[in-house]
């Protein structure tokens, strides 16, 4: 896919908005997707892009302000080509993670949430990326880079300035930013399947499991009377219980108003 250049939201791009706001029961539920669509056609989350998703869901302005200076992954300010978000949460700090963040700083001559002189690198500290089985990770617009090492972090960066193709160890081969971005805004670009989808990290409870002949019990829930129940038995119980609950609620409102009425007449 060609990248678009174009600052300003294309026709193209609010039809695009249009078609995510109809894959949802309710529009309003496409406001993440819409707002990923946006960085994608205009590398960051412009106040043209908020204005466009507040006419089409029927939100304000605000509202779409709101969500989009809420969650990180959404940017105001211009990203550079590649997105580089090194983890420095406990588990990947501990393991290299700070060192790695660092090395990168000085090695680009960038700090925290800045972009290379070149445009080519976005650096970012991240928060846990739920790979810690594989810390301290890595990430070049959203692909994972496992078990990363200073000098693998600058080799990947200086790949990515160079032009060099660059292949996530546990997804797809690297394209930019705002290629990513459309991707999860919901539109595929026939990468999904590249690369495997699992490292050994993650798998190896299941290589043990298959190795000993380990199965998932049968799912069963606990009751609170009748000790350990089937799913279906466990909703039943729920729904007695919740219907209990009502009525009482509503006999006690009832006796308040009982207990009111008679002071009243007193
Ligand atoms: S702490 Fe880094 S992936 Fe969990």
Redesign the pocket.
């Known amino acids: 896919m060609t990248e678009q250049v174009s600052d300003a939201l294309s026709q193209t791009t609010l039809d695009e908005l249009r078609e995510l706001a109809g894959r949802y029961p309710q529009a309003r539920s496409a406001l993440l997707p819409m707002l990923h669509l946006v960085q994608s056609a205009q590398g960051r989350v412009t106040t043209e892009g908020i204005a466009a998703c507040a006419e089409i869901l029927d939100l304000t302005e605000a509202e779409v302000s709101a969500v989009a200076t809420f969650y990180t992954m959404y940017k105001r300010r211009p990203m550079g080509t590649h997105h580089v978000g090194v983890?420095t949460?406990?588990?990947?700090a501990i393991m290299g993670?700070d060192e790695i963040f660092e090395r990168l700083c000085g090695h680009l001559d960038v700090g925290n949430d800045e972009t290379t002189e070149d445009g080519q690198i976005t650096l970012e500290r991240v928060e846990?990326?739920?790979?810690?089985d594989f810390?301290?990770?890595m990430m070049v617009n959203w692909e994972f880079f496992d078990n990363q090492t200073p000098e693998s972090a600058i080799e990947i960066v200086d790949k990515l300035r160079a032009g060099e193709t660059v292949a996530s160890p546990r997804g797809a081969t690297i394209t930019s930013w705002r290629e990513a971005e459309r991707v999860i805004a919901g539109f595929e670009d026939g990468r999904v399947d590249e690369g495997p989808a699992a490292g050994p990290a993650s798998l190896a409870g299941l290589q043990i499991a298959r190795e000993r002949g380990w199965e998932a019990p049968p799912f069963q829930a606990e009751g609170p009377q009748s000790g350990r129940v089937s799913k279906s038995e466990a909703v039943a119980e729920a729904d007695t219980r919740r219907a209990e609950t009502e009525t009482v609620t509503e006999q006690s409102a009832a006796d308040v108003r009982s207990e009111e009425t008679e002071a009243t007449d007193d």
């Open positions: 983890c949460n406990t588990l990947c993670g846990c990326n739920a790979a810690c810390a301290p990770v």
